[in-house]
Nanobody, 117 residues
Framework: QVQLVESGGGLVQPGGSLRLSCAASGFTFSSAAMSWYRQGPGKEREFLAS????????NYETSVEGRFTISRDKAKTTLYLQMNNLSPEDTAIYYC??????????WGQGTEVTVSS
């Protein structure tokens, strides 16, 4: 059974940092393309960053490039998103996504991030 469990969200002040984690199980982590998405209040879910199967190639949405860093720990089968210089516009529920080698996509339940003073 595939499981993606996000954690690390919370309340942070503008300019602050958070690191989100996504613990993955039930599939071959090293072979999956892993991504982060978010959905802000009243907004559509949007793509943020991807780590491709090799883990060495990454891709970012323009608005977060340079502030957010996606990484994966193959030994811990965990995906991370380091978020720096956060602003209120980053307030959202953040979701982990896995796309397995047989092209099936899975979602976590999300972790909430609130950026406010």
């Amino acid at each position: 059974q595939v499981q993606l469990v996000e954690s690390g969200g919370g309340l942070v002040q503008p300019g602050g940092s958070l690191r989100l984690s996504c613990a993955a199980s039930g599939f071959t982590f090293s072979s999956a393309a892993m991504s982060w998405y978010r959905q802000g209040p009243g907004k559509e879910r949007e793509f943020l960053a991807s780590s491709f199967r090799s883990g060495t190639r990454t891709n970012y949405e323009t608005s977060v490039e340079g502030r957010f860093t996606i990484s994966r720990d193959k030994a811990k089968t965990t995906l991370y998103l380091q978020m720096n210089n956060l602003s209120p516009e980053d307030t959202a529920i953040y979701y982990c996504n896995a796309k397995t080698i047989d092209d099936v996509a899975y979602w976590g339940q999300g972790t909430e991030v609130t950026v406010s003073s």
